[in-house]
């Protein structure tokens, strides 16, 4: 059974930086897709990044510029640098991967951002 496992989230001030790391365990098949989403309170989960197994990147608009998602495939690790920080980027930060043949999705638990002044 595949196991995402997330961290870095906490507590930062407006401005600030933080970097999310996700460790994806527990497969020896190979992780294609691998992406970040994030849920504030009372919203939709929402897609913030993600990266194809070839390093392709896309972003969804607010953070442009300002986060930078990479992966290091020897360690099916994915991360997510995030500077800039903004009260709207509080919320949970969840990694998903899609892996094998079948693309067979994969989240994990999350890890809480909380941008403060």
């Known amino acids: 059974q595949v196991q995402l496992v997330e961290s870095g989230g906490g507590l930062v001030q407006v401005g600030g930086s933080l970097r999310l790391s996700c460790a994806a365990s527990g497969t020896s098949s190979s992780i294609k897709r691998m992406a970040w989403y994030r849920q504030a309170p009372g919203q939709q989960r929402d897609l913030v990044a993600q990266?194809?197994?070839?390093?392709?990147?896309d972003y969804e608009d607010s953070v442009k510029g300002r986060f930078t998602i990479s992966r290091d495939n020897a360690n099916n690790t994915v991360y997510l640098q995030m500077n800039s920080l903004k009260h709207e980027d509080t919320a949970i930060y969840y990694c998903k991967a899609n892996v094998g043949p079948l693309w067979k999705e994969y989240w994990g638990e999350g890890t809480l951002v909380t941008v403060s002044s």
């Open positions: 990266i194809s197994s070839a390093g392709t990147t």
